[in-house]
């Protein structure tokens, strides 16, 4: 079973930063993918950034909204994906999911969310 934990949110003024980290743990084989969505109230939940199995961050996809904003990343030897953002703006309150895709050395493939972490952005 592979879990995941994220870390990093809180409360944040229009134009601040802040980081999320979510690590992965388990019998994991190989990760296939690692990315990031988020749920804003009464909204639909929205892929934010993604990283492929290779890792390489010129290989991310951004949602147009966060491009040039967000940076995702991962440290493949902790099995953990971050998700730098900065000039953040109200519109980028929501709850953030981090969510690995990949296969374990006993269950096969696994598709795992994390617990999520609510990022605010208000003066």
């Known amino acids: 079973q592979v879990q995941l934990v994220e870390s990093g949110g809180g409360l944040v003024q229009p134009g601040g930063s802040l980081r999320l980290s979510c690590a992965a743990s388990?019998?994991?084989?190989?990760?296939?993918?690692m990315g990031w969505y988020r749920q804003a109230p009464g909204k639909e939940r929205e892929l934010v950034a993604w990283?492929?199995?290779?890792?390489?961050?010129?290989?991310?996809n951004y949602a147009n909204s966060v491009k040039g904003r967000f940076t995702i990343s991962r440290d493949g030897a902790k099995n953990t994906v971050y998700l730098q953002m900065t000039n953040l703006e109200p519109e980028d309150t929501a709850v953030y999911y981090c969510?690995?895709?990949?296969?374990?050395?006993?269950?096969?493939?696994?598709?795992?969310w994390g617990q999520g972490t609510l990022v605010s952005v208000s003066s």
């Open positions: 969510n690995v895709k990949g296969s374990t050395y006993i269950d096969g493939r696994f598709d795992a």
């Open positions: 388990g019998s994991i084989f190989r990760i296939n993918g």
């Open positions: 990283l492929p199995s290779n890792g390489y961050t010129n290989y991310a």
